[in-house]
């Protein structure tokens, strides 16, 4: 197999619901975000065009997620926070975890933005620090 790598910088805010720790608070993070992609090379040579990737995984999280709060649906802060501050909070379907992040990009993003070119997204990772990490892939 044949993949291609591109990482992008974005920083947002969250929170975890139920964390035991100081996650529970609200609170940011500079994430970097790891697309490895896979598929057919093509007739230059490639799996896919770097600025391919850029231009629908990374535009994505400027676009989506970049200086945003990311809160879960069901976190009780949501809907004071976003009375506050409608354009930037973002609710998504989870609990804002780097896990559950990795997860939503490599299943529901990569495939969305990546439709019609032949690739597929086969792993995310995403780091909330240099020392913390989380990454989805694709089952073999």
């Known amino acids: 197999m044949i993949t291609a790598t591109r990482y992008h910088d974005f920083s947002c805010g969250h929170r975890v619901v139920g964390h035991e720790h100081k996650c529970r608070y609200l609170h940011g993070h500079n994430y970097r975000v790891t697309f490895e992609c896979a598929g057919d090379l093509d007739a230059v040579g490639?799996?896919?065009?770097?600025?391919?990737?850029?231009?629908?995984?990374?535009?994505?999280?400027?676009?989506?997620?970049?200086?945003?709060?990311?809160?879960?649906?069901?976190?009780?802060?949501?809907?004071?926070?976003?009375a506050a501050s409608p354009e930037s909070v973002v609710a998504v379907p989870f609990n804002p975890t780097a896990e559950n992040?990795?997860?939503?990009?490599?299943?529901?993003?990569?495939?969305?933005?990546?439709?019609?070119?032949?690739?597929?997204?086969?792993?995310?990772?995403?780091?909330?620090?240099?020392?913390?990490?989380?990454?989805?892939?694709l089952a073999c």
């Open 46 to 82: 490639r799996v896919i065009d770097f600025g391919v990737m850029k231009a629908r995984l990374c535009q994505w999280l400027e676009e989506h997620w970049d200086h945003k709060l990311l809160l879960w649906a069901d976190d009780p802060l949501l809907e004071s926070v976003r």
């Open 101 to 137: 992040l990795a997860v939503h990009l490599l299943t529901v993003v990569g495939p969305a933005q990546l439709a019609g070119t032949g690739v597929t997204l086969i792993r995310c990772r995403v780091e909330e620090t240099r020392k913390c990490s989380a990454a989805a892939r």
